[in-house]
Nanobody, 119 residues
Framework: QVQLVESGGGLVQAGGSLRLSCAAS????????IAWYRQAPGKQRELVAT???????NYSDSVKGRFTISRDNAKNTMYLQMNSLKPEDTAVYYC?????????????WGQGTQVTVAS
């Protein structure tokens, strides 16, 4: 059974930094595209950043220049480095990955980790 487990969320002051991690476990053959999403209270889930298997990245305009997505293929782990955090970054952050396992290619979600930025 493939699982994505996130860590690294918490409470930080505006202007601070956090690094989120998302570790994939199970019988994994390949991990394709990886993404981070976030969902603030009362709002729809939004795409924050993506990274392809080849390392190409893309960011939403709201986080461009402040957040960095990366992946460690040897560890089946993905990261989201968040700098210059703002109160509007407060949300539950979710990792998402397309993973090949014994069950074929499927889309998996982490359980979410809360990020709260105090003003």
């Amino acid at each position: 059974q493939v699982q994505l487990v996130e860590s690294g969320g918490g409470l930080v002051q505006a202007g601070g930094s956090l690094r989120l991690s998302c570790a994939a476990s199970g019988s994994i053959f390949n991990i394709n595209a990886i993404a981070w999403y976030r969902q603030a209270p009362g709002k729809q889930r939004e795409l924050v950043a993506t990274i392809t298997s080849g390392g190409s990245t893309n960011y939403s305009d709201s986080v461009k220049g402040r957040f960095t997505i990366s992946r460690d293929n040897a560890k089946n782990t993905m990261y989201l480095q968040m700098n210059s955090l703002k109160p509007e970054d407060t949300a539950v952050y979710y990792c998402n990955a397309r993973i090949q396992s014994w069950a074929g290619w499927n889309n998996y979600w982490g359980q979410g980790t809360q990020v709260t930025v105090a003003s």
